[in-house]
């Protein structure tokens, strides 16, 4: 038995979720009493679940990854150094978002976006994944509870041997609701905690090893992290959020950080 | 990355030259970064790796004078009918059975001719829409509609049977 010829587009659409709402209840009701419909419906079904499956894809080979990290990095590494006179780098008009002067970000989040969901530190990874979670088990999120930069910053002082930045961003979503010590690649580094509609950011700051100015979000055992540097540091945040509210994160961060300097 | 890698790795059906696409994909993407309108980016990544296929193909039958039927045989792979695909109905692993289907999808997919094969991947695999799908391989909608159909058609007749089977042959 087969579904009625003009039904199948539909059917596709049902199953591609690109039928308005409108259409996908009439399909999905035509597909109750039509039983060709329901039958190729099925099959339709089947084989979308065999086709998604998620390890038919192919994924890129690590001297793959490595090669074109190594090219973003050498082609980005100029652009972060224009980004010391913004007013000189011609892109960054372009670009309302890259307006701080951040030529690197155009290289930075296209690796952000495609280059390396693997970073090569993955030590340093499994311990920051395993903290945030302690964080949260443990109901030790913060030594430190404020939304106050100024109470924040001066809390960090003498407890650890640099001056973190800590900005806040309330108003872009994110309001900081404290800080606190935790101990990362056998050091004791300062992590700000941020919210996101009820979700935790932690964010770890230590000293850059070497500057590099890719910035990687990946997911993790569900988690997503970012990874970037800045004026010798690095950056690490880490949540339970989507990968494009961590990224949207990043820039937030970046953005009010290059402001407040 | 593991996206421009798949569709290279499918369009191409060859490991090694689905590197060197995505690698000149991604160097084309540095250069071109001034023309990107903060569009969605997948999509305009994926356009990239896909002009950069064609290139590789022309530039490679040229050179080498060689059809694209000869090439498929040459890797072997491709060129495979379905029924050669071996199935291990003895093994009571599912998780073992899992690897065969995946196998077998793979090789069929494989199989489709290309214009279905590309809007499958990019539908199914890199779930983007009809609209990126008909903007990147520039045909108008309903052609990516009918070529989505057809595809799941084909690929329906190949595999269906084989994984009811398969699934059967299972104590």
């Not at chain 2, 499918?10 to 590197?19: T, V």
Request: charged letters at 25%; proline letters at 6%.
């Amino acid at each position: 038995m087969t579904g009625c010829a003009d039904r199948m587009v539909l059917l596709h659409g049902l199953i591609d979720g690109e039928l308005d709402a409108a259409n996908s209840v009439s399909v999905e009701a035509h597909a109750k009493t039509c039983l060709g419909c329901a039958e190729e419906l099925r099959r339709l079904k089947t084989i979308h679940g065999l086709v998604s499956a998620a390890d038919i894809r192919h994924h890129a080979p690590h001297e793959l990854r490595d090669r074109i990290a190594e090219f973003m990095e050498k082609a980005t590494a100029p652009a972060s150094a224009r980004m010391t006179m913004p007013s000189r780098w011609p892109g960054a008009s372009r670009l309302p978002w890259v307006a701080g002067g951040a030529g690197a970000m155009m290289g930075a989040s296209l690796a952000l976006l495609f280059a390396a969901p693997q970073f090569t530190n993955t030590g340093v990874q499994d311990q920051i994944v395993a903290s945030h979670v302690r964080s949260l088990l443990e109901s030790h999120l913060t030594d430190v509870a404020t939304s106050n930069q100024h109470t924040l910053k001066p809390w960090f002082n003498g407890r650890i041997d640099f001056a973190p930045p800590v900005v806040e961003l309330a108003d872009r979503g994110f309001p900081l609701i404290g800080g606190r010590l935790d101990y990362i690649g056998g050091r004791v580094v300062p992590v700000l905690v941020y919210q996101r509609r009820r979700h935790t950011i932690n964010l770890f700051i230590r000293p850059a090893g070497k500057p590099s100015p890719v910035t990687v979000t990946t997911r993790r055992e569900g988690y997503s992290l970012a990874r970037w540097t800045d004026d010798g540091l690095e950056f690490w945040a880490i949540s339970d959020v989507n990968p494009d509210d961590l990224r949207l994160f990043h820039r937030a961060f970046a953005l009010r950080l290059k402001r407040e300097l | 990355m593991d996206a421009a890698y798949n569709l290279a790795r499918y369009l191409s059906r060859d490991p090694i030259a689905a590197e060197d696409v995505v690698q000149e994909a991604f160097l084309r993407a540095l250069r071109a970064f001034r023309t990107y309108r903060g569009e969605a980016a997948k999509p305009w990544l994926l356009a990239i790796v896909r002009n950069c296929f064609h290139d590789w193909g022309k530039a490679n039958r040229d050179r080498r004078g060689i059809s694209e039927e000869e090439e498929d045989g040459r890797y072997g792979a491709p060129g495979r009918p379905i029924d050669d695909i071996h199935l291990d109905h003895d093994t009571p692993e599912v998780i073992l059975l899992r690897r065969r289907e995946v196998e077998m999808v793979r090789t069929t997919l494989e199989n489709l001719p290309e214009p279905f094969r590309e809007a499958l991947v990019l539908r199914e695999l890199e779930d983007l829409s009809y609209k990126e799908i008909a903007l990147l391989t520039e045909v108008p909608i309903g052609t990516v509609m009918s070529r989505l159909a057809r595809a799941r058609q084909m690929l329906g007749e190949m595999l269906l049977p084989r994984v009811e089977s398969g699934r059967k042959a299972q104590p």
